[in-house]
Nanobody, 124 residues
Framework: QVQLVESGGGLVQAGGSLRLSCAAS????????MAWFRQAPGKEREFVAL????????YYADSVEGRFTISRDNAQNTGYLQMNSLTLEDTAVYYC?????????????????WGQGTQVTVSS
């Protein structure tokens, strides 16, 4: 198993940037695919970005393509989400997730392990 803890959320003005981190402990982070999801108030959880265990596959939601970058440092057991050009619509709780190698995709049920979430609030 792996335990995930997100950090780096906060309040930022529209157009600004934030970098979220996902610290993993337990089983080696390098043996999991990782993803970021988010959930805005009153909305369902939605996929944001994914990155394969070895870093050779990435995929982004259309709404964040070109603005967000997912990355990972397996040696440090940490994943990241760099968020640039933030808009009001990016306000949400952001969750890091980890899933078994061999099952990769945008569906939340492909990921077995989740962090507690970190709040990102974008103000005008």
């Amino acid at each position: 198993q792996v335990q995930l803890v997100e950090s780096g959320g906060g309040l930022v003005q529209a157009g600004g940037s934030l970098r979220l981190s996902c610290a993993a402990s337990g089983r080696a982070f390098s043996t999991y695919n990782m993803a970021w999801f988010r959930q805005a108030p009153g909305k369902e959880r939605e996929f944001v970005a994914l990155l394969s265990y070895n870093g050779d596959r990435t995929y982004y939601a259309d709404s964040v393509e070109g603005r967000f970058t997912i990355s990972r440092d397996n040696a440090q057991n940490t994943g990241y989400l760099q968020m640039n050009s933030l808009t009001l619509e990016d306000t949400a709780v952001y969750y890091c997730a980890a899933g078994e190698i061999g099952l990769i995709g945008t569906a939340a049920d492909l990921y077995d392990y989740w962090g507690q979430g970190t709040q990102v609030t974008v103000s005008s």
